[in-house]
């Protein structure tokens, strides 16, 4: 199997110089399980290619040039060769991910740095063009004199709550219990007159677009702790709903699962969660599952599903390590299963391909494969490693 491989250019500190090729087994294989090696770059890019998709039904890959803010279209000219497709097309700063429309006539880029949400138009040979700014998101934990503090909950001692939780657990599970009963980080600033604006402020971030069944478009924004929800037509995308989850949790990439169910992960908070419409179409949070065992320091980045969707994987940066979980009920939960080491650091991204799980270790500078028990799903002992520069996305090639 043959892979195209993402990576951070020296524009943005990494070690890549395009979009390299990847081998994982021979190239007739249909799974992922074999020796790993790097073919070096399929393209060149001038720029970070740090997310690439595919159109639906053409041999075109799409580069979202991070450093940038572009989106190029390559078209690919042999079994190892990509070569550009028109001219790079504007999309916003930070742009980090792209989704391709299933009929193959739309385009849509999510820029982190300036929060934009961009469509645009793909003619009949997958060329984009027409980059059109859909409506800008707003925080709805900012009132006009800045971010809105939390919901206190009333009649509710947390001290006393987490001093008695933490009694009952015992010395060896009292550390999992979490420190409202420390000393108030406020109560040290407390002579300090200066608000600090830094921790204060909130910008937009969008991070990624995905389609779902009927036409819905969902969009993810990690600064302003947002899910929305678009329909695109002929005067471009318009919103039709969003879910606002807790402040802070930073919610990152999705995942649809067969249920009906959307699966969201966050970033910051390092936890899922699932969304579901009710009826009328409304969106609501039906549940969501910490990923135990993360440190304070960790961001969580990927999250992707088992070939039978059973099972939902999610990465974390930091402490690099990979959470299994398991779909309960109709979908609407996740139970844990296990925590198991990456074995690369900075774990950016992965794929599941059937029995193998593909990691770009983005800051080893490597992509190593783990096996997947069937009966449990976890992944295995690293079977392959292969060095791969900065790598930050793996897309299958046709």
């Not at 074999?34 to 075109?60: F, M, Q, Y």
């Not at 991910?97 to 009949?124: E, F, K, N, T, Y």
Request: charged fraction near 20%.
């Amino acid at each position: 199997m043959r892979l195209w491989l993402g990576g951070y250019t020296a524009d943005m500190d990494g070690s890549a110089t395009g979009i390299g090729m990847l081998r994982a087994g021979a190239d007739d294989d249909p799974g992922a399980g074999g020796p790993l090696g790097v073919d070096g770059d399929a393209a060149t890019t001038g720029g970070s290619p740090s997310w690439l998709t595919a159109h639906p039904s053409r041999d075109i890959v799409y580069a979202a040039l991070e450093g940038d803010g572009t989106v190029q279209a390559f078209r690919r000219t042999g079994p190892t060769a990509l070569a550009r497709l028109g001219q790079p097309v504007e999309a916003g700063a930070a742009v980090c991910h792209l989704a391709v429309s299933p009929a193959g006539d739309r385009l849509i880029a999510s820029c982190w740095g300036d929060g934009r949400v961009v469509a645009m138009d793909l003619d009949a040979s997958g060329r984009p063009s027409s980059p059109t700014v859909a409506a800008a998101a707003l925080d709805l934990y900012a009132g006009e004199g800045g971010p809105a503090a939390p919901a206190a909950t009333p009649d509710l001692d947390l001290a006393a709550a987490a001093r008695a939780l933490r009694e009952a657990a015992g010395d060896e599970y009292a550390h999992l219990v979490p420190d409202h009963d420390a000393a108030s980080p406020e109560a040290d600033d407390a002579g300090d007159d200066e608000p600090d604006a830094a921790a204060s402020a909130r910008s937009s971030h969008t991070h990624q677009a995905r389609y779902l069944p009927g036409g819905l478009i969902a969009t993810t924004d990690m600064g302003f702790d947002l899910v929305r929800f678009w329909r695109d037509g002929s005067t471009g995308l318009r919103t039709v709903g969003e879910i606002v989850l807790p402040r802070g949790v930073g919610p990152r990439h999705m995942l649809w699962h067969p249920s009906g169910h959307l699966y969201v992960i966050a970033e910051l908070a390092c936890e899922v969660f699932v969304l579901s419409p009710d009826a009328d179409g409304t969106w609501r949070v039906r549940s969501s599952i910490p990923l135990a065992g993360t440190l304070p320091d960790d961001t969580a980045a990927e999250i992707a599903a088992s070939r039978d969707g059973h099972i939902v994987y999610a990465s974390v940066r930091g402490s690099d390590t990979v959470a299994t979980l398991r779909v309960r009920g109709d979908g609407d939960r996740l139970d844990a299963v296990a925590l198991v080491e990456a074995g690369t650091h900075w774990p950016r991204h992965y794929l599941v391909l059937g029995d193998t799980m593909l990691i770009a270790g983005q800051l080893r500078d490597e992509v190593v494969s783990r096996p997947l028990d069937e009966r449990t799903g976890v992944p295995g002992r690293i079977r392959h490693r292969v060095t791969a520069p900065s790598p930050t996305c793996l897309l299958p090639a046709r």
